[in-house]
């Protein structure tokens, strides 16, 4: 009886490990998906901008239409400082 049980124990304890493994693996896939979504965002980000830096070379967008979107939408004077635009909350020229 004892021999019986210690095999249940041992295949108890293996099928453990194949559920530990298995969850690594999801985990990894997950992140694996995650970083292709980001990367993906980040690829749809540089063509939008390489698009809209683009039309304002070309003079079919208006260079003071992007700095107006521009000076809206930033926020942190390191992202400002990198187009040019005044700190928020300063008086610009």
Do not use: C, Y
Not at 9 to 19: D, H, P, T, Y
Not at 21 to 36: D, F, L, Y
Not at 64 to 82: I, K, Q, V
Request: proline content about 4%; hydrophobic content about 40%; charged content about 35%.
């Amino acid at each position: 009886m004892a021999k019986l049980e210690d095999q249940i124990a041992q295949l108890q304890e293996r099928v453990k490990q194949l559920k530990a493994r298995q969850q690594k693996q999801v985990a990894r896939e997950r992140a694996a998906e995650t970083n292709r979504k980001r990367k993906d965002d980040t690829r749809r980000k540089i063509l939008v901008g390489a698009i809209v830096l683009a039309r304002v070379e070309q003079g079919r967008l208006a260079e003071p239409e992007l700095h107006g979107w521009l000076n809206e939408a930033l926020d942190r004077p390191d992202d400002r400082a990198l187009f040019g635009l005044p700190a928020k909350g300063s008086v610009g020229p």
